[in-house]
C-alpha cells in the first residue's frame, strides 16, 4: 500500500534518535517543494487549512470535509508523508472516529487530536480545555477507528499554557496509557517544563511553537523530541509575494517587469512537466 510507506517513514522518524523539522505544506505546490527540498516530513496545519481552503482565520470554520480533500490533493501531488493537525477531531468522540477514517483515507501519515474545547464556547474569551476524561474518550475512539496499523495517532494538549504543566502531564500521561503513538505539546515555555514532561512520560514527543530556548536541535534530541514545528512561514511568504505581484500589476507594472517570479525550470519542476511529457508520449502518441 503506497499511503502505509508514507507512515512507516514517520514512525521511523518517531522511533529514531534525532529531531526533525517538518516542512509547512497546505497545497500540492508547497508540499511537492518540501518533497523536493528534502524534508523528511510535512506538517498541514489547522490553521495553513483554513486560510488556504477558506481564506478565514484558525477559528474552527474549517469542516472536516474540507480539510480531507486538501490532504487527497497534497497525497496525490507528492509522497511526502504528512502529519494533520486534526483539531479537536471535529466534534465528540463519535465524530473523532469518522475524522480518523476520513483523513486515513485521504492519505496521512498521522494526525493529531487535542483536547481544546472548539469551537469557543458562547461568552469565552479565553481558550478552553475539554475534561480529562473526555479527552481520553477522544483518543480511544482516534485508535479504535484506525484501519490501517501503522496510521500514526498523536494525542495533543495545550494545558501547559491554558492551566499548568501539571496539568499537562497529567493529561499526557493518560492518554499515552490509552495507547497512542506520541504526544504532543504546546504552549511549553522553558527547559524546566519541558523536562518535567520528559521525566513523567515514555512515548516520542512533538513540541509546537517554542521559545528560542527551545529551539536548539541537539538539546530537542537529547529530551526525546522527534518533531518540532517551526511555524508556518511558506504561506505567509506567499500570501506577501502574490499581494506584491497583484498590486504591482494593478499599478501599471508590465508583467515582463515583474520582480520575484519563479524561473521557467523551477515551474516545470514543480509541474512535473518532463513525467507528463513522458505519459504523453507514452499513452497519447506525442512525440517527446
Given at each position: 500500500m503506497a499511503f502505509r510507506s508514507r507512515r512507516e517513514k514517520l514512525r521511523s522518524i518517531l522511533s529514531g534518535s534525532a529531531c526533525v523539522h517538518p516542512g509547512s505544506v497546505y497545497d500540492a505546490i508547497s508540499i511537492r517543494i518540501a518533497e523536493d527540498l528534502g524534508f523528511p516530513l510535512g506538517m498541514f496545519g489547522g490553521s495553513v487549512a483554513s486560510l488556504a481552503v477558506l481564506g478565514d482565520p484558525d477559528v474552527t470554520l474549517i469542516t472536516l470535509t474540507e480539510l480531507a480533500e486538501q490532504m487527497r490533493r497534497m497525497s496525490r501531488a507528492a509522497s511526502l508523508p504528512v502529519l494533520v493537525d486534526a483539531d479537536h477531531g471535529y466534534g465528540n468522540a463519535l465524530n473523532v472516529r469518522r475524522?480518523?477514517?476520513?483523513?486515513?483515507?485521504?492519505?496521512?501519515?498521522?494526525?493529531?487530536?487535542?483536547?481544546?474545547?472548539?469551537?469557543a464556547a458562547f461568552g469565552e474569551?479565553?481558550?478552553?480545555?475539554?475534561?480529562?476524561?473526555?479527552?481520553?474518550?477522544?483518543?480511544?475512539?482516534?485508535?479504535?477507528?484506525r484501519?490501517?496499523?501503522?496510521?500514526?495517532?498523536?494525542?495533543?494538549?495545550?494545558?501547559?499554557?491554558?492551566?499548568?504543566?501539571?496539568?499537562?502531564?497529567?493529561?499526557?500521561?493518560?492518554?499515552?496509557?490509552?495507547?497512542?503513538?506520541?504526544?504532543?505539546?504546546?504552549?511549553?515555555?522553558?527547559?524546566?517544563e519541558l523536562e518535567a514532561v520528559v521525566a513523567a512520560t515514555r512515548l516520542p514527543i512533538v513540541l509546537g511553537g517554542v521559545p528560542d530556548e527551545l529551539s536548539a536541535i541537539d538539546y530537542l534530541t537529547s529530551q526525546r523530541v522527534r518533531i518540532a514545528l517551526q511555524g508556518h512561514a511558506p504561506i505567509a511568504a506567499a500570501t506577501q509575494a502574490v499581494y506584491d505581484v497583484q498590486k504591482a500589476l494593478r499599478e501599471g507594472?508590465?508583467?515582463?517587469?515583474?520582480?520575484?517570479?519563479?524561473?521557467?525550470?523551477?515551474?516545470?519542476?514543480?509541474?512535473?512537466?518532463?513525467?507528463?511529457?513522458?505519459?504523453?508520449?507514452?499513452?497519447?502518441?506525442?512525440k517527446k
Open positions: 475524522t480518523v477514517q476520513e483523513l486515513e483515507t485521504a492519505g496521512a501519515a498521522g494526525l493529531t487530536i487535542e483536547d481544546t474545547l472548539l469551537p474569551a479565553k481558550t478552553q480545555l475539554i475534561s480529562l476524561e473526555e479527552g481520553v474518550g477522544k483518543m480511544k475512539a482516534a485508535l479504535d477507528a484501519g490501517d496499523s501503522s496510521l500514526v495517532i498523536m494525542g495533543r494538549t495545550g494545558a501547559a499554557s491554558m492551566s499548568s504543566i501539571e496539568d499537562a502531564i497529567r493529561r499526557a500521561r493518560a492518554y499515552e496509557a490509552v495507547g497512542v503513538d506520541a504526544l504532543f505539546f504546546t504552549g511549553i515555555r522553558s527547559r524546566a507594472t508590465l508583467p515582463k517587469a515583474l520582480k520575484g517570479l519563479p524561473s521557467v525550470e523551477l515551474t516545470n519542476r514543480i509541474m512535473r512537466e518532463a513525467q507528463v511529457k513522458a505519459r504523453s508520449a507514452d499513452l497519447l502518441g506525442l
